[in-house]
Each structure stands twice: as C-alpha cells, then as structure tokens.
T-cell receptor
Framework: DTAVSQTPKYLVTQMGNDKSIKCEQN?????MYWYKQDSKKFLKIMFS???????INETVPNRFSPKSPDKAHLNLHINSLELGDSAVYFC???????????????FGSGTQLSVL | GNSVTQMEGPVTLSEEAFLTINCTYT??????LFWYVQYPGEGLQLLLK?????DKGSNKGFEATYRKETTSFHLEKGSVQVSDSAVYFC????????????FGKGTLLTVNP
C-alpha cells in the first residue's frame, strides 16, 4: 500500500533507446511531479500536472514527454536517451490544502537511470 | 525568482553532537519554508515546515525558526544520532509560484558512532 510508487527502481539502457518510467499515487492528490536528481544530489523540477493538466514545464529537452492518463498516474517517457540523462528520477504528489497546492510533497523512492 | 541557499556539505559529526545546517532564501511575498530529509536509497520526506514569520517547525528533535528579518530557516538538533545520517534539503514555496517547490542543493550529514 505504498503511497507513491514508481517503476522500475533501476533502469540500465543503451544510448539512443526509448524508455518509460511509471508513477502512481493512491493518496487522492490533485498534483503530481517529476524531479531529476543528479549525482551531486541537486534536485530539479521537470514537470508538474494538476488534475491531468500540465502546469509546470521547466527547461527540459523535448525528448522528455510526461503523460497523465488520470490524476493518479504520471508517466515519463524519454526518447533517444543520452549519457547526460543518467540520474535518479523522482515522482511526487501533493494535496491541495486551502486552495494552495504543494504544502507537502510525498515522494516515490526513485528510479535510478543509467545510460551506457 | 525564488532561490534557496544552504550550507555546503558534507557535514560529519559524532553522535550526540549539536547540529546546525544553515539555510537562507530569496523570495517575493511571504513564502512557506520547509526542510526535507532523504535517507539513503529513499525519496525525500517532509521533516518540518513553517508558514509565517517567527513560526518554529519541529519534528524528531529537529527545529527551525522562520526568520523574516534575516531571511533564514536554519535547521538545528541538540544531539544527533547515527540514524540521522541523510541528505537535508531546505525548500520554499511562495512569491506567486504556487505550484513549484524550490529546493536548495542539499547537505549531506554523516553521524559517526
């Protein structure tokens, strides 16, 4: 009964391949996110969806495409993988409290992507 | 735009030592401030938060006070344990970016027995 679950936990692939990471939350939250954490632990937001609508789209290569089939799921598809895409990718979700979202984020345990 | 600056690590302490991790911020308006903790191999978890000036957030022996005059939110703990070894992130929401949590770069804390 994990709150925010993402799969796979580890992903090792060759340069040029296309891969997807899936995320699901069973908390009933309205907002979901994808963050990228580099080897120095720096955490950078990539995308955010609120009720299936894209609300944050940071400067991310268009090889990265999020898809939210419903508000409990936010998947991340990556085309033509590059060495620099190697990182840990975290999915997160948050409730809306008093009209403000983001008061508390719940994170998944991460997907470690290694591009060889 | 909003930004968070926290002290660079790594920080290494002995068990029962006093911990301070400094955090300062830049934001328009009145941000809410947070500390998140990431234990090895896990995602981030909210440790504590403060939503207005002079509020003190506390949890698991950790404390941080929202200081508007110095734009700071330093994390403290009186006596650290080995189990506190983790990466600590200061973060804020505010200044019109209602949907975006801005994180500092993280500080790795290692506590030795």
């Amino acid at each position: 009964d994990t709150a925010v679950s993402q799969t796979p936990k580890y992903l090792v692939t060759q340069m040029g391949n296309d891969k997807s990471i899936k995320c699901e939350q069973n908390l009933g939250h309205d907002t979901m996110y994808w963050y990228k954490q580099d080897s120095k632990k720096f955490l950078k937001i990539m995308f955010s969806y609120n009720n299936k609508e894209l609300i944050i789209n940071e400067t991310v290569p268009n090889r990265f495409s999020p898809k939210s089939p419903d508000k409990a799921h936010l998947n991340l598809h990556i085309n033509s993988l590059e060495l620099g895409d190697s990182a840990v990718y975290f999915c997160a979700s948050s409730p809306q409290v008093g009209g403000r979202t983001n008061e508390k984020l719940f994170f998944g345990s991460g997907t470690q992507l290694s591009v060889l | 735009g909003n930004s968070v600056t926290q002290m660079e690590g790594p920080v290494t302490l002995s068990e029962e030592a006093f911990l301070t991790i400094n955090c300062t911020y830049t934001a328009t308006g009145y941000p809410s401030l947070f500390w998140y903790v990431q234990y090895p191999g896990e995602g981030l978890q909210l440790l504590l938060k403060a939503t207005k000036a002079d509020d003190k957030g506390s949890n698991k022996g950790f404390e941080a006070t929202y200081r508007k005059e110095t734009t700071s939110f330093h994390l403290e703990k009186g006596s650290v344990q080995v189990s506190d070894s983790a990466v600590y992130f200061c973060a804020l929401i505010g200044g019109g970016s209602n949907y975006k949590l801005t994180f500092g770069k993280g500080t790795l804390l290692t506590v030795n027995p």
